[in-house]
Structure formats: C-alpha cells, structure tokens
C-alpha cells in the first residue's frame, strides 16, 4: 500500500528532488550518485542508451552529457511530460519496461536507478528478459537499487524511509538475488558494489 507521502512525491516534483538529493547523501551526493552504474565503462559519443523507468530525467540528465541517443521509457504521462521539460535533448517513449517497443539487440547499455524495487517479482522477472531481448550482444544492463544493509547501523534509516515512501514490493524486492535472477536470465554478473553500508547495490550485467 503506498503511503500519502509516496503519492506526494511523485504528484509534486520538488518533493521528489529533494527526496532523491537526499537520500544521494549517502553516496556523496548526486552527481556522485548517478555515475555509480557506469564507473568503469568505456562510452562513446553515438552509443545508444535506454533510461528505464526514467521518471522525471534526474538520471536522463546525466546520460545525456555521455551520448547523443539516449531513449527514456516510463509508463507516466507525467514523469514524461517533466522530463520532455527537463532534458529535451532526449527521445522518450510512454510504455511499460515488462513490455518494451523496441526491436531486438537495439541499445548499448540499459541504465535503470532506484525503480526495480518497485516492481512485483513477476514484473520483475518480465523486466530483465526484456532488458536482455533489447541489448545488443555485449551490452550491458546497468542498475543501482536497494540491497539490505551490511552495516547495523543503516538499519533504521532505511526502515523509516521505506515505512514513508515505499510499498511492500520494496520489502519483497530486499529478500531477492538480483544477481542470480540475472544469470538465470542469460547475463553475466559480477559480485554488487555495495554502498551507504550495504543499502544500495551496483550491478553491472552483460549480455
């Protein structure tokens, strides 16, 4: 059940923004945050890039600076519409990530940030099959998401937030082997980069 806050949040942008520059802190702000997934990657100017679940272009706005075509996909008229507002320089595509409108082997890299754990397991799972159908071979599927927390301390934190902003996918998607989902899907995975102590992991997965 998603909570009054959670609705909040995505009805009024500059409540999501602060929220996201918020939570960013951990990992040593923003700009910090959006490079994690793609440290270490070697990227051109005319690669083909895909924002999933681009939301409102906080992420999109990054990958622009990185290549010339960059595709965001989101299933809300309103995340698209801000992020048409706030990146123009993209192309954005209204449609579900479980059921994507592409052809086979199209993108170089799928970039998705913080929006799995939202996803029930069988979305999931349509999800990463169709991350794997859209990336040519060698491409890789880069992700930054939710992971319980390897340090005590960022227990509570991470309880009180998800008690105000998140559902019970959230919940369900911290008892998931997100690696191992993908290596069942085809992918190549090393082990997760962890981050603000343990709570966020960074896959990168090739095809």
């Known amino acids: 059940m998603a909570t009054i806050l959670r609705d909040w949040s995505y009805r009024y942008q500059w409540l999501y923004d602060g929220i996201s520059r918020l939570a960013a802190l951990s990992v040593g702000g923003e700009g910090h945050f959006r490079q994690l997934a793609l440290q270490g990657l070697t990227l051109h100017s005319d690669i083909q890039i895909l924002d999933l679940c ?13 290549s010339q075509n960059v595709t965001g996909l989101d299933a809300s008229p309103l995340s698209l519409q801000r992020a048409r507002q706030n990146v123009p320089n993209a192309t954005y595509v209204e449609a579900f990530a479980e059921d994507m409108p592409f052809t086979d082997s199209l ?21 990463i099959q169709e991350v794997y159908r ?17 340090n005590p301390i960022f227990r509570p934190g991470l309880s009180v937030f998800f008690w105000l902003f998140e ?10 082997d997100l690696p191992g989902l993908l290596r069942k899907n085809g992918f190549e995975v090393n082990a997760p980069s962890l981050y603000a102590g343990g709570s966020l992991q960074v896959i990168q997965a090739r095809k």
Do not use: Y
């Open 167 to 176: 559902t019970e996918t959230a919940w369900e998607f911290l008892k998931t």
């Open 107 to 127: 993108f170089d890299v799928v970039h998705t940030s913080a929006a799995l754990h939202e996803m029930e397991p069988e979305q999931l799972r349509k999800i």
């Open 54 to 66: 681009c939301g409102s272009g906080q992420g999109t706005e990054f990958l622009v600076k990185l």
């Open 134 to 150: 859209v990336l040519k071979p060698g491409g890789v599927f880069t992700l930054v998401d939710l992971h319980p927390p390897t």
